[in-house]
């Protein structure tokens, strides 16, 4: 046992400190870092995604390999879609994919929704088959202007397929 002396106002103060007082005071400060840890993780999840879906927002332009451009250049609009994938859970894709005013965002969210989770609604494929909204495309160094049904139609995705379970 160890004593140790603490002034307070002048006056001296004997505390005994023993082993149970410093792991309680240790988990107690622990636990208020892990709390701090995962509220600041869970804000940076957030802003994080909409940091992303505002990228893809403002580069408008849906890219559909990774590549683009006559030499070959590393596509920005797939990199922000792989962190959108990697940052993003299902429902706030599918959330996105349903809802987001921007067709390029909705289009990238309906791939990383399907990549992340198997099972697609039904009213999903529904509005994405019927979705006649324009967008830019680009393959390499052809740039369109297509229709988001044509663009998800060349990928396989609005029809039933084996790889696609759908819920009714």
Known sequence: MKFYAIRLAGTSV?????????LKTFLFISFLCNISIITSAQSKTIDSVHAIVQAIAKGNVYEKSYTVGYAGSISKQHE???QLLAVATAPELLHLAQQHPNAVVRLYAYQAFKRKNAVLEKELLLQFANDH????TTSGCVREKRTVRSVLADTGTTSIDT???INP
């Open 14 to 22: 004997l505390k005994k400190w023993n082993m149970q007082s410093y």
């Open 80 to 82: 922000r879609f792989e």
């Open 133 to 136: 909204s324009i967008v830019f």
């Open 163 to 165: 790889n696609v379970i």
